[in-house]
């Protein structure tokens, strides 16, 4: 491909819209790599698109704000405070729902409709050495803690909490005992309730009434 | 980015050593690499991997002599090596691993860090201020929620055209803010 077969079909468009083929993207990749003008077309798209991003993240609050009543001829009366005050109000909720609630919705629902990779880390009980688990933050989608479980009496129920460095619990769930023996625990958690810290996941056992505690398992998350 | 071709003596002065020209090099095509690795949703580390490895094989190459035909294609011969260097890396026994055992990152997210900046957030706001309503629209459809291009022309009742000239329009309206030199705001 040369620059001028690349203006001619509108490349760099269709490549940042991901409209190529596989070989067609393979022909302008080389093409953009040996191209100052289209590498510089192709970066200007990529960063314009990254900044969209930015720009959303702190536009959701931004935007929240009462619109301004444009001038409406036919009302010669002003309303009552009431009124406006009821309308503004209708405004705000209205407008939080349209420009945050809405669109963060579609997007958490889109990508839980999707398929996504999900990352297991297996956590090591708090009485093996070893060094401590470190997992890296991730701003979203879910991560699998799996907790190696050695000796389990006959428990009716588990119980998992997630607690954070200070003590606080961040998460709890309480599940079936793993059917076959050495069956790690697994535990599907969404990343965001995992900021960088240190956490220890604690595993107890409920039978007659009475809770015993079965394995705690110490790990750090790392920004 | 403030060049306009390749030269025998852009490649000369690389295999020579010559820190400017190096810079440059490393600088420019760990940009491009970014930008092709990371739309096939590669990890930064694994880019990172990618790009060290081709910037190392590249200027061995030309220090053992290897001769660069047409130096106008240098960026071309610089990309056969990357794409080997991914195949490589991307085979089973050089399976990507974390330090943490897992091998999976959000590339978007990283990636997006290497090109935001607050200026360019201030002038990407103005671009998109200046927007009618449906094309701001189309423009967070495609780049925030990753709609692809069928869906927006089928959502927003426009034809795939309209938002390739769209996107021509913001892109050049952008880089009028930023100036002629906007790469160099990195």
């Known amino acids: 491909m040369d620059h001028a077969e690349a203006e001619q079909s509108q490349a760099v468009e269709r490549y940042l819209l991901g409209e190529l083929t596989g070989p067609e993207r393979e022909a302008f990749e080389e093409h953009y790599f040996a191209c100052p003008k289209c590498a510089q077309e192709v970066l200007a798209g990529e960063t314009l698109g990254a900044n969209v991003r930015a720009v959303h993240a702190g536009r959701a609050t931004a935007d929240l704000r009462i619109p301004r009543p444009g001038r409406l001829a036919w009302l010669s009366t002003p309303p009552p405070k009431v009124a406006w005050a009821a309308a503004a109000l209708f405004a705000v909720v209205a407008g939080y729902q349209g420009l945050v609630v809405t669109p963060r919705m579609e997007t958490q629902l889109s990508e839980l409709a999707s398929p996504q990779p999900v990352a297991r880390h297996v956590l090591r009980p708090l009485t093996r050495a070893g060094e401590m688990i470190r997992i890296a933050a991730q701003p979203r989608g879910f991560v699998t803690l799996a907790l190696p479980l050695d000796v389990l009496p006959d428990f009716e129920r588990l119980a998992v909490e997630v607690r954070d460095r200070g003590g606080t619990t961040v998460a709890r769930i309480e599940t079936a005992v793993p059917r076959r023996p050495g069956e790690p625990l697994e535990v599907l958690m969404p990343a965001r309730r995992l900021p960088p810290g240190a956490y220890t996941v604690v595993v107890s056992g409920w039978r007659g009434g009475e809770r015993t505690e079965v394995g705690t398992y110490p790990f750090t998350v790392e920004p | ?186």
């Open chain 2, 1 to 186: 980015m403030n060049f306009h071709e390749f030269t025998a003596d852009y490649i000369k002065r690389l295999a020579e050593g010559d820190p400017f020209v190096a810079e440059h090099f490393r600088a420019y095509f760990w940009k491009l690499l970014v930008v092709k690795l990371g739309r096939r949703g590669r990890p930064t580390e694994f880019i990172e991997d990618v790009a060290q490895e081709t910037f190392r094989r590249v200027i061995a190459l030309l220090r053992s002599g290897r001769e660069i035909e047409h130096p106008e294609r240098f960026g071309a011969f610089v990309h056969a090596v990357a794409v080997n260097v991914e195949r490589e890396l991307s085979r089973p026994e050089h399976r990507y691993v974390r330090i943490d055992g897992t091998d999976f990152t959000d590339a978007r997210i990283d990636l997006d860090s290497e090109l935001v900046t607050e200026q360019r957030k201030r002038q990407v706001r103005a671009v998109l201020d200046e927007l009618p309503e449906r094309d701001r629209r189309v423009l967070e459809l495609r780049y925030l929620h990753d709609w692809s291009l069928e869906r927006i022309c089928r959502e927003v009742g426009v034809d795939a055209s309209y938002v390739r000239v769209l996107l021509h329009r913001a892109r050049n309206r952008f880089r009028e803010k930023m100036g002629n030199n906007w790469a160099a705001h990195a």
